[in-house]
């Protein structure tokens, strides 16, 4: 008879800070008690607080274990499991053992994710326990695929990718393509730098993707679809295959799924993960066996798709949602968000914020409440100054719009995308003109090179914001900038052209006065660009260790020990930050120049 | 018969057909320089974009769109010759384009196309790449300096003469035609030396050898000419 049950997160993030060693530790103090056949080790998908792993969650009470170390293994079951008392300094905040208390969580609504760190990913068991596989039983016993389409349109279900176009709508379209056989596709070439959340449900909830994808396959009537996955994502792929081969052992999956006489099956597409194959029309033409360019849209691939039939693709995360408005109704899905943007969403939050994890939200809540009430907001010492939301096709959001409710629309009107969730939050110590040569930098690097305006723009934009960011910037710089971008957006081919100059354009309208520090003073207010920096020795640090002096390669580091300080004299300085890296007493400052 | 407007022209279309064979049909001239008749359209070098008025001002390639009943679509305006020029600039600006040297001078549709849209100069600095040539093909050259990825070729080898030889390496701004998997062009165990490559190239990327500056005229519309012949599957 099982006591007590762990839940341990063995998502990626969890998987890399140590959840296996942690599990071997349990069950070797589990077994030394003899407690084994009393505590059940049951491994999950992502709880979220991604930072803090391995975390573990401690049923019946729910006690949230975080930053758990194999040698913490023996007095959580000796304390914990034996006497009953929560370990107190493994808990997130003291005196606070639920999640429910924690505001991290207490601010989340949980429906994409409602599996991810509840339940084994491995175990359909646990899935049809969790009603799973209802949703499709329900579709293809009692309803007709127009009835089903009906029903998502209804629910005003958006995509999930980024775009946002109408998900029912979609549905519709590939239903009336005409064309035999359709397919079914679902994007999990997730390629954005920060995002994770499609990985989070792969790997947590793999089941509810296969059963999204069923749903959608009965109600646009196709039999084959397939799942496109980067190979970057090797534990995501193996729990879809293991997933996979149980929902055709039971009959999920395969010939006359539920009796009736509905058969689909999927196929596992693994890519080699070139960020353009997310782009829709790019992703077919890799699976397909071709290179991975996108085509011009019209026609759309819901009239001509895979081997130019009626396709569906979808992001993973709307899969994700289907099973869930089936379950509860449209009217349910849709009480939840915005008037245009209904339901969930998830994020992923990183940089520089406290909890950085995944989460998930209703639409419609501001940025504060995403980054501060969530996210805990910037770490102590620092100043929040923006936000990155939606990757390198995003913008950048100051903190004057902290109070813009998070849906398509509202971020679109401020510069930015939904985009797929990727949320990097920046400190006063982040240079924008920097962030935003980091994000061209990748987009230049990832654009295929079909197209002129994406593969030669992306270029000169970069040229440009390297001599900025060099101190080599003119004003006419920024008028050309701004040129270049408006044009990428307007004549690239696809996606990736079009918005691969946001980051570029939303510093621009936001923080100008940053440029213009770059260019007229040649300064980099933050002290990030290596050429608009001066090293400096602060006074009052330095011991003489003599460590910047053996560190500098051009000997602009000088001084003698027992005559303080150490300076570092600008003229023989070229600002390699050998100095400040060697410092082991912080004593070496950036200014700006 | 679909019906649509171009540059306020009412023009008649058959279905299937694209927006730049429809105005082709009123003589309506749109550049292109990756679109040759006989080859599928990809819609990559951006210089056909039409505007489409009642789709939001939206920017579609004519080559690629498929004429659509009620369209308004502007082929011609101050906008598009800029934009059209821009395209142009970073053209030239991306790989070396010397027209003094170049085989294809004087018959080189990179070169036509920037006379006709009045890009006299370029305001883009050059990137001035370090590229080879491979000229270990007994027959012909390759030059990547003058190359501007349109594809003619790759799609020429694959569609036309079925050979399958030239595809694309690398991606962005590195991208690079090549034979085979890397092979010198010379060393092709596909090639067929048919020579449809080089009458496709719209520049002096692929070229005959023992053409001198300006020599090198290229036949692109043969790609018709031997399509049309094969009896229809």
Redesign the interface.
């Known amino acids: 008879m099982t006591r007590i049950q762990v839940l341990l997160c063995s998502g990626t993030a969890c998987q890399s800070s140590g959840s296996d060693k942690v599990k071997r530790a349990l069950l070797e103090a589990l077994g030394l008690h003899g407690l084994l056949e009393e505590v059940q080790i049951i491994e999950t998908g992502c709880m979220g607080p991604c930072e803090l792993g391995p975390v573990l969650l401690v049923y019946p009470e729910g006690t949230f274990y975080v930053r758990v170390r194999p040698e913490d293994a023996a007095e959580i079951v000796e304390e914990h499991f034996l006497k009953g008392r929560p370990v107190q300094r493994l808990l997130w905040t003291e005196g606070a053992p639920r999640p429910r208390e924690i505001p991290f969580f207490a601010r989340q609504v949980k429906l994409v994710l409602s599996n991810c760190g509840t339940i084994d990913p491995e175990k359909i068991d646990e899935y049809i326990a969790a009603r799973g596989y209802e949703a499709l039983g329900k579709a293809a016993t009692g309803m007709t695929p127009g009835e089903v389409v009906a029903e998502v349109k209804r629910s005003g279900l958006r995509g999930r990718g980024g775009a946002g176009f109408p998900t029912g709508t979609k549905w519709e379209l590939v239903r009336a393509g005409a064309g035999d056989p359709k397919y079914v596709i679902c994007n999990a070439d997730e390629g954005d730098p920060g995002a994770f959340m499609d990985r989070a449900i792969l790997e947590g909830d793999p089941h509810s993707i296969l059963e999204g994808m069923a749903i959608a396959a009965y109600a646009v009537g196709a039999n084959h679809g397939y799942v496109y996955v980067r190979a970057e994502y090797p534990l995501a792929i193996q729990r879809l295959q293991t997933a996979l081969a149980q929902a055709r052992k039971l009959g999920f999956l395969g010939p006359g799924i539920f009796e009736s006489d509905f058969s689909f099956d999927v196929e596992i597409r693994i890519g080699a993960g ?1 960020f ?1 194959c997310g782009e829709e029309t790019a992703l077919i033409s890799s699976i397909e066996g071709r ?1 991975g360019e996108p ?2 849209r ?2 759309y691939p819901a009239t001509s798709g895979l081997w130019g039939k009626p396709t569906l693709i979808n992001n993973v995360e709307t899969y994700a949602n289907v099973r869930h408005i089936l379950l509860h109704g449209a009217e349910a899905f849709a009480a939840v968000g915005t008037e245009k943007s209904k339901g969930t969403k998830v994020f992923a939050l990183a940089g520089k914020v406290q909890n950085t994890g995944l989460v998930e939200v209703p639409m419609g809540i501001t940025l504060r409440e995403l980054v501060f009430d969530i996210g805990g907001g910037v770490p102590a010492g620092r100043e929040f100054k923006a936000v990155q939301i939606g990757g390198p096709s995003g913008g950048c959001l100051p903190a004057s719009l902290l109070d813009v409710p998070v849906d398509y629309d509202s971020l679109s009107q401020h510069g930015a995308i939904m985009g797929s969730g990727g949320v990097i939050i920046l400190d006063d110590a982040a240079c924008m003109v920097n962030m935003a040569r980091f994000f061209l930098e990748f987009t ?10 994406c ?6 934009m970069l ?1 440009i914001l390297d001599r900025i960011v060099a101190g080599d910037g003119s004003e006419d710089d920024l008028t050309r900038l701004t040129e270049i971008g408006v ?1 990428m957006k ?4 696809c996606g990736l052209g079009q918005t691969a100059a946001n980051p570029v354009l939303s510093t621009l309208r936001y923080f100008p006065e940053e440029y213009r520090a770059h260019i007229r003073d040649h300064s980099c207010p933050a002290g990030v660009c290596p050429n608009l920096v001066r090293y400096e020795v602060l006074a009052e640090a330095c011991r003489g260790c003599d460590a910047c002096r053996r560190a500098c390669p051009t000997g602009a580091a000088q001084g003698k020990a027992g005559n303080l300080p150490y300076r570092i004299v600008d003229e023989l300085c070229i600002r390699c930050g050998a100095c400040f890296d060697a410092c082991p007493f912080d004593a070496v400052r950036k200014e700006p120049r | 018969m679909i019906n649509l407007r171009i540059d306020d022209t009412p023009v008649q279309a058959e279905p299937g057909q694209t927006i730049l064979v429809a105005a082709r049909g009123v003589g309506i001239r749109i550049p292109t320089l990756c679109q040759v008749d006989a080859l599928s359209p990809v819609g990559a070098c951006r210089l056909c974009l039409v505007e489409i008025r009642n789709w939001n001002g939206r920017l579609v390639p004519a080559c690629a769109t498929p004429a659509q009943e009620g369209l308004d679509v502007v082929a011609h305006s101050e906008k598009l010759t800029i934009l059209r020029r821009t395209i142009l600039e970073l053209l030239f600006a991306e790989r070396n384009h010397i027209c003094a040297f170049c085989v294809s001078s004087g018959h080189c549709e990179l070169q036509d196309l920037a006379t006709e849209l009045g890009m006299d100069h370029v305001t883009f600095p050059y990137r001035f790449p370090f590229l080879p040539v491979d000229a270990t093909h007994p027959k012909f050259g390759l030059d990547h300096n003058r190359c501007v990825l349109c594809g003619r070729c790759v799609r020429a080898c694959s569609e036309v003469e079925g050979a399958y030889t030239w595809g694309f390496s690398g991606r962005g701004v590195a991208t690079l035609v090549e034979a085979d998997l890397g092979d010198p062009w010379g060393a092709s165990k596909t090639c067929t030396a048919c020579g449809k490559c080089v009458q496709a190239c719209p520049v002096g990327a692929l070229f005959e050898k023992g053409k001198a500056t300006a020599e090198q005229v290229k036949r692109p519309e043969i790609l018709a000419e031997v399509t049309e012949r094969r009896p229809r599957v």
Do not use: H, I, W, Y
């Open positions: 070139a353009v290179r085509r011009p019209p026609p230049a690097d990832e654009s295929c090179g079909k197209c002129v305006p593969r030669v723009g992306t270029q000169m040229r044009m307007k004549a690239s081919l």
